[in-house]
C-alpha cells in the first residue's frame, strides 16, 4: 500500500513537471500570459466581424453544445464573453460533492478576464504575444478545429467506439501548453466533438477572426423604444411605498429565471429582471447572489432589467411575456386591495426561503392568480431551471402526467391568507437549512412538518364542511373561460423534461391537481430555493422533499375520483412491497369519507376524469389532441391541409406501439416530412414514456422499469431540448415509413428502420438537417424557438446507459 502510494505521487510530480516543462516552451516562444484587450471601435476593411461572420458558427455549430450549465469544460459559447472566459474542470452539475461550490455563472459571477482566472478558468484564445502565429497556437478553439480538418469524422454508419457520448462522460480540459498530449491521446476529438466537421468556409472563417486576434467591437446601444420601455417597468418596480417594495420583491423572485420578453420589441429580444446597486438611467451592476431571497449587502438596491445578450438555447429558455396589459394586471392582484404592509420581511434565510412567512401581508388569493396567469412558465421553472438536468433529480416524477389546477375562488384553503399563515410554520423548505449532510434528521423534521400540515388542511376542510361534501367538476379552474394555461402536460426525458399547454397524449398513469399552498412550495423548493452549485446534501434533500410535494398533488387528483376506487388506482402507481411500505408510511389516506361529487359512468374513472374536465375547461383547454386519443383510429384536423391531414393520418398509427417492443425506440425523435415544397415541410415528435412501478426511490431506476407499460406520444412541432434522433421521410414514402416502424421488434429491425430514415451523427447531411429543424422551430414559434442541444443525440437513455452510436 505505501509503495502503490509512492507511485501515485511520483506519478503526479512528473505529469506537473511535464506540464510545467510545456508552459516555459510556450513562454519563451510566444511570451508570457498577460491580460489583452481586444476590444476595438471598429474592423478595418477585409477584417472578420464576430458578430457577423464568427457568431453564426458559432450558433448553429458549437451551441448545440457549449450552450449552458452542462457544456463540456463549462466553455460556453453563445457568447464572445464566454469564449474569453474559457473553460475549467470544475463541474456544475456534481452529486457527490461535500461542500458546495462557488458559483461560476456567466455575467453574475464575475466581471473581467483577471477575476475568471482567479476562478480556475483556462484561456482558450491566445493571452501571450499578439501576433498572427502566436494567435492561432495559443487558441484552444483553433487547434481543435484544426485536429478536426486533420481527423474529420469517418462517415461511417457507426461512429466510432473510441468516442464517448455518455452523459457521464469524463471532461477533458486541455489547455493550449497541452494541447500534443490530448491530440496524441485522442485524435478523432477535434471540434465539433462526435458531430461532421465544418465545411471549409466555416472553419476559414473563424481561423482568420482567431488569426487577427479575436477582435471584438462593442455591441450596438439598446434602442429609444427599448430605453422606453423599459423606463416604464423599472419606475414601477422601484415604487417606494412598502407595499409595492413588497410586491416587487415577490414578482422579483418568481421572474429571476425568466427570459423577458416585451410585446413590441423583436421577436428575439429578451432581458433578465435583476436586482443593481445602481438606480435607473445608470449602467447595471448586478447584485450576485445564489438565490434571489439571499441578502442583497447594500442597504439600497433597485429592480433593473438587463438584456440577454446570449444565444438562446431551447433548454434553459422560460419565456415570460410583458406588456401594458400585465402591468395593469399586477396592479389589479396587489395595489388595489384595502390591505397594509408596516414592515419589510428581512433576508434572513430561514424566513425567506418560506413564501409562506416572507409574503403574509399579500393577500393569498392575489398570489395564487399571479401563479396561475403564467403557469406553464411557472412549471417550465422547475423543469428547465438547473435542478432538472440529472436522472436522480427528476426521477421523482413520472414520464408523463397531466396537471390541472384548483380553482382559485372555489378553493377555499388556496384563498384563505389566515389559514396559510396559521400553517406556515409546517411549510419550511431545505433552503432554509442551507447545504446539510444529515439527511435523515432532515427526512424526519420535513416529514412531521408535512404531516402537520396535512392534518391542519383535513381539520379545516372537515369544519368547512361538516356534510362531507367532496370535490366536484367545478373546484378545477377552466382558465377563466379563456387562460391556456390551465391544463398542463409534463413530458420527462430521462434526465431532462418539458411541459406543454393542454392534455397532450393518452391517458397517463397518474395526473396532479395543485393548489396554491403546493404550487409556491414547489415553485421554492425547485427553483427559487435550489442551488445548483449546492452539496451532495442540498440535492438530496430536495429530491426527498420533492416526494412529499409530488403524493400531495396525486392525492389532490385522487379526491376528484370515486371513493372506491382510489386505493386500487393508488396501488397502481406505487407497485413493490417497498414502495408500498414506503408509501404507507410518507402518504396515508385522508378525506377519504368524502366522496367526490362528480358521477362517473365508466369502469375507467382516470380517464373519464380527464375527458371531463376537458370538456369543462372549454376553449381554455385548446385542441382536442386527435393524435393520441383518436377512438377510430382516422382523426384528422379539418383545418389542415391535404398534405399535413396525410401525414397525421399514417403518423398516428404509431402511438398504438407500446410495451417491450419500443425499447429499442429513442426518448425524442424529430421527425421531418418532406413535401417537395420546402415551405411546406411538416415536423412532428415522437416522446417514449417510460413506466415505473414507482417512483419511491432516487436509485435503482432500470430495476424498476415496466416495459410492459411503456407508450409513445406523437406531437406536432417540437417538444424537449435534447433531441435523439432525426427522421428525414418523404410524404410519399410516409405510410411505408409507419409500416415498417410499426414491425420493429428488436435493435436489428430498429437498426434496418433508422438506416433508411435516420439521420446519424456521421451522415453528410447532419448539419442540414439541424439547421432546417431550427429554423421550422423559429418560424413557427419565433418568441419560445431556441437551440436544441446536440449532445445527446443517437443514444438510448436505458439499463447500463447503452447507447447507439450511428
Partial sequence: MKRNTLYFILALIILAGCSAYRTAKFNNK????????????????????????????????????????????????????????????????????????????????????????????????NERDQTPQANLADSVVNLMLQLKKEHPQPETELLPVTFDISLDKK????????????????????????????????????????????LITPRPEMSAKAKQIIAQWEEFFNGSS??????????????FIARIHFDTLPDREFYRLVRSRTGPGEPVVEINTVRPYDEPGVEKFYYRFRKI??????????????????????????????????????????????????????????????????????????????????????????????IAFFDPEKDTISNDTAFIASVSDFLDLPAGRESNLAIMSIWTDYYNDQKKYLDAKEKYLVELNPDNRGNDITYIWNGDGHNDNALLTVFRHFDSASVVKGLVGDTPKTGWVIDF??????????????????????????????????????????????????????????????????????????????????????????????????????????????????????????????????????LQKVTGKRGPEIQVVQDLAFIHVVTGNKANDLAYTIIRNKALSNNSFMFGEERRRLVKDDTLTLVKGYVGSYPNSFVRVNLDEIEEFVESFLKIRDQLSYYNVARKYGIRRTSPNFW??????????????????????MYRFNRIAEKSDAHFKW
Avoid at 193 to 212: F, N
Avoid at 554 to 579: C, M, Q, T, V
Avoid at 768 to 781: G, S, T
Fill in 30 to 125: 510566444y511570451g508570457p500570459v498577460r491580460t489583452v484587450d481586444r476590444t476595438v471601435s471598429s474592423y478595418k476593411p477585409g477584417e472578420v466581424s464576430f458578430y457577423d461572420d464568427v457568431q453564426p458558427i458559432l450558433e448553429r455549430r458549437c451551441d448545440v453544445c457549449h450552450g449552458c450549465y452542462d457544456a463540456p469544460c463549462q466553455l460556453k459559447l453563445t457568447c464572445y464573453e464566454g469564449l474569453e472566459r474559457g473553460g475549467t474542470t470544475k463541474l456544475v452539475y456534481d452529486g457527490a460533492r461535500l461542500r458546495a461550490e462557488k458559483p461560476t455563472r456567466l455575467f453574475i459571477d464575475a466581471n473581467s478576464v483577471e477575476e475568471w482566472r482567479q476562478m480556475g478558468f483556462h484561456p482558450v484564445l
Fill in 171 to 214: 471532461q477533458n480540459c486541455t489547455t493550449a501548453e497541452d494541447f500534443s498530449e490530448y491530440k496524441k491521446k485522442y485524435p478523432l476529438w477535434g471540434m465539433p466533438y462526435a458531430l461532421p466537421g465544418l465545411t471549409d468556409k466555416e472553419h476559414k472563417t473563424i481561423v482568420d477572426w482567431l488569426r487577427q486576434g479575436g
Fill in 242 to 255: 412598502l407595499k409595492q417594495q413588497l410586491v416587487s420583491r415577490y414578482i422579483y423572485e418568481h421572474l
Fill in 309 to 402: 445578450e446570449t444565444t438562446i438555447v431551447v433548454k434553459d429558455h422560460t419565456v415570460y411575456r410583458m406588456n401594458r396589459k400585465k402591468m395593469e394586471r399586477y396592479r389589479q392582484l396587489f395595489l388595489q386591495d384595502d390591505y397594509e404592509v408596516n414592515e419589510l420581511p428581512s433576508y434572513d434565510p430561514e424566513a425567506a426561503s418560506n413564501p409562506f412567512k416572507t409574503f403574509v401581508d399579500l393577500p393569498a388569493i392575489s398570489r395564487y392568480r399571479f401563479l396561475l396567469d403564467d403557469a406553464q412558465y411557472i412549471v417550465m421553472a422547475f423543469i428547465k431551471g438547473p435542478v432538472c438536468r440529472g436522472q436522480i433529480a427528476l426521477n421523482v416524477i413520472n414520464d408523463h402526467f397531466f
Fill in 517 to 650: 399552498p403546493l404550487l409556491e412550495r414547489i415553485y421554492y423548493l425547485l427553483v427559487a430555493g435550489f442551488n445548483v452549485f449546492g452539496n451532495a446534501g442540498h440535492q438530496l434533500e430536495t429530491r426527498l422533499y420533492m416526494d412529499f410535494l409530488r403524493m400531495e398533488g396525486e392525492n389532490n387528483f385522487l379526491s376528484f375520483l370515486p371513493r372506491d376506487k382510489r386505493k386500487e388506482i393508488r396501488a397502481e402507481w406505487y407497485k413493490g412491497a417497498r414502495a408500498e411500505h414506503k408509501n404507507q408510511l410518507e402518504n396515508p389516506f385522508r378525506g377519504l369519507e368524502r366522496a367526490t361529487e362528480i358521477v362517473y359512468t365508466t369502469n375507467d374513472p382516470k380517464k373519464e376524469f380527464f375527458e371531463k374536465i376537458f370538456e369543462y375547461v372549454g376553449p381554455a383547454a385548446g385542441p382536442n389532441d386527435y393524435l393520441n386519443r383518436c377512438p377510430e383510429g382516422n382523426c384528422v384536423d379539418k383545418n389542415a391541409g391535404p398534405l399535413e391531414q396525410r401525414a397525421d393520418r399514417a
Fill in 768 to 789: 442540414e438537417e439541424a439547421d432546417w429543424h431550427y429554423q421550422k422551430y423559429l418560424k413557427d414559434e419565433p418568441v419560445e424557438a431556441g437551440l436544441f442541444d
